[in-house]
């Protein structure tokens, strides 16, 4: 495996995620400010996570210009884009975090008012102070480098010498996919026991809620972990200095990094056709002027409809329906 063959693998997946990923950011960006008429937890949150994809898709074109090519853009530009692809992948995996939990706690908890818009946004506004700041040691990756002409690549001895930036970033991520698997897994059961109430109810025998948190759950999976893993094992034969498999390990993380960048292709694809359907049953209920219900059944149509949406008045109708049951409230980015 050589170097021009790394570089058709990064024009294989990056140009694909570029041409398609701009076009479905704007149309989901043009759905959130003028489609959606009441904004709650699930948009606070979808927001923040277009806009960490939109920073990927501003870096790309230049990591794809910087590989195994002299960078001639200046070393304070390097890292700026450099910082850009690190805080949209951390970015990514916290932001899905914050939407499991959200979802779970809108199920299990769906009447004691634990979340609300600003708890979302000050928990956004935390996420990207610390993403930011912690950025900041990308600008000192090529610190003492004697390969400081190049980008994305060749960091100084000294960088890879902080074993404590390996640590935290293995750490956030693993945390964070316990976390993401803990969620699925309670809400899968949470909707199996819902189906098993009412094992006549068309909406609640679909199963395409349960399919979608999988689907999510998988993407997350695939597309983190073989990074995650090639740092691991570069870092570790790095530091040991097993020179005779270094160059191969390079190779496997950029195609690692390239992998994870198809987080965010899969989640312009979500979210856009999400909001589209939103718009679509939104129409349908202010037709039908059904979310008056009070009803245990009623309950639990919202609940399979807010998996496949983000209905507007979800959280407001659940508000009228003091029944003591296990769903309500919406979810997002499912």
């Known amino acids: 495996m050589n170097d021009t063959w790394v570089k058709s693998v ?24 003028f489609h959606v008429r009441r904004w709650n937890e699930s948009t606070v949150y979808l927001l923040n996570l277009i806009i960490s994809d939109c920073l990927l898709l501003f870096a790309l074109p230049f990591k794809i210009m ?31 975090v914050c939407i499991s939990v959200d979802r779970y706690v809108a199920l299990q908890f769906p009447f004691q008012r634990l979340r609300s818009k600003r708890k979302a946004a000050l928990v956004c506004a935390v996420m990207w102070m610390l993403l930011f700041g912690f950025s900041c040691t990308v600008y000192d990756l090529h610190e003492d480098s004697i390969n400081a002409s190049f980008c994305f690549q060749n960091f100084s001895n000294h960088t890879w010498k902080k074993q404590w930036i390996v640590v935290c970033v293995e750490c956030v991520f693993w945390g964070s996919t316990v976390v993401m698997v803990l969620c699925s897994v309670l809400v899968i059961k949470i909707l199996h026991d819902l189906r098993k109430r009412n094992p006549n109810d068309a909406k609640l025998r679909n199963n395409k809620s349960v399919k979608i948190v999988l689907s999510n759950l998988v993407v ?24 005779y498999v270094i ?67 979800a959280h407001s109708s659940t508000a009228h329906t003091e029944t003591h049951t296990k769903c309500g409230g919406e979810l997002c980015k499912i």
């Open 66 to 96: 910087a590989y195994g090519q002299k960078w001639n853009l200046g070393r304070f530009a390097c890292s700026l884009f450099e910082s850009l692809v690190y805080v949209n992948m951390y970015g990514s995996i916290l932001l899905s």
């Open 247 to 313: 160059d191969g390990l390079r190779k496997f993380v950029h195609i690692s990094l390239c992998v994870s960048s198809v987080n965010c292709l899969a989640d312009a694809v979500c979210y856009y056709f999400i909001l589209k359907e939103n718009l679509q049953i939104a129409q349908q209920d202010a037709r039908a002027n059904t979310l008056t219900q009070s009803t245990h059944l009623s309950a639990a149509h919202t609940l399979i409809q807010s998996i496949h949406t983000y209905p507007e008045n």
């Open 10 to 33: 990064q024009f294989g997946f990056y140009i694909p995620i570029l041409a398609a990923g701009f076009p479905l950011n704007v149309a989901a960006l043009w759905q959130l400010f």
């Open 220 to 243: 997350f999976l695939l597309c983190f972990i073989p990074y995650h893993i090639a740092v691991l094992i570069y870092f570790y034969v790095k530091l040991n200095e097993h020179n």
